[in-house]
């Protein structure tokens, strides 16, 4: 076990730096300097030079890059150009819509999907198996925000039941926020359930396959009690693979559906800072928004060695 958590600690590490360079060099090969950028093609020249020395653009490539992961590691995101306040204090302001929602979705997901996945495995090639393939093949298809706009015609627009967008706040109260966060994380969740419910099936199907569970049968035990007792553990390795990229997807990938219900959340930050040319917002958000989803692959493969004991002697399998 101490070789598996060396070895993954080792590359968590390696993969969070070359993430930083990537980063800093995608933005270093830019058109123009950021100042320029960041200021439009009419700045003056006093400005521009002003806001060069401020991001310290007059000093080497190098040393930008080293003093901006020494910031990182210690927090200092620097000011946004745009809200002229830490960035820090921005986008910890803005977790706490990002986050709360992400996790509703992915749990609504789990919730739909494990059920459905173990539902169609356990009736393989009958009719329960083909209506949950075809939701799950409609949830794939259908585009989350085209999903999140017809939500908004029918319970906003046509039934009047919850709100079209915009955050309560969380001083309002749960009952608000939870209204709040209800039509968003069910257009986030359908689509993942399905996902989510096509990997649980295969997953369990193939583990169905497999000798264990055949000598299992053979001493008597039912499929249903082969399914739950053996192949589903050996099963999980793969959803929890998956799950962990969906969270990743949840927390990073909600740009489109806080922008369609008005939520001041991570994506909706990202989203304005493009477009109101805040770099400093942008790189910053980019790496950790990254940094994000290499520590939740980074606790997926710790959950491994949870799942499947064989991990903790240091092999991978």
Known sequence: ???????????????????????????????????????????????????REELGLNRPVWVRYTHWVADLITGN????????????????????????LALLAMT?????????????????????????????????????????????????????????????GWDA?????????????????LPQAAILARVTRSALLEVLQEDFIRTARAKGITNQGALWKHALRNALIPVVTIMGLQFSFLLAGTIIIENVFYLPGIGRLIFQAISQRDLIVVKNLVILLAGAVIVINFMVDLLYAVIDPRLRGGQDV
């Open 1 to 51: 076990m101490r070789i598996f958590l060396a070895k993954r600690v080792f590359t968590l590490i390696l993969t969070l730096l070359v993430a930083t360079l990537v980063v800093f060099v995608v933005l270093e090969i830019l058109p123009g300097d950021p100042a320029s950028v960041m200021l439009g093609i009419n700045a003056e020249t006093e400005t521009l030079n002003a806001l």
């Open 77 to 100: 995101l620097g000011i946004s150009y745009t809200y002229d306040v830490p960035v820090s204090e921005l986008i910890l302001s803005r977790l706490t819509v990002s986050f709360p």
């Open 108 to 168: 609504l997901s789990t919730l739909i999907a494990i059920p459905l996945g173990i539902l169609a495995a356990s009736n393989h090639n009958k009719p329960m198996d083909f209506l949950v393939m075809s939701f799950s093949q409609i949830g794939i298809a259908i585009p989350n925000f085209w999903f999140a706009m017809l939500l908004t015609l029918l319970f906003s627009v046509t039934l009047r039941l919850l709100p079209a967008g915009g955050f309560a």
């Open 173 to 189: 109260g749960i009952g608000p926020v939870l209204k709040s966060f209800l039509l968003p994380t069910i257009a986030l969740a």
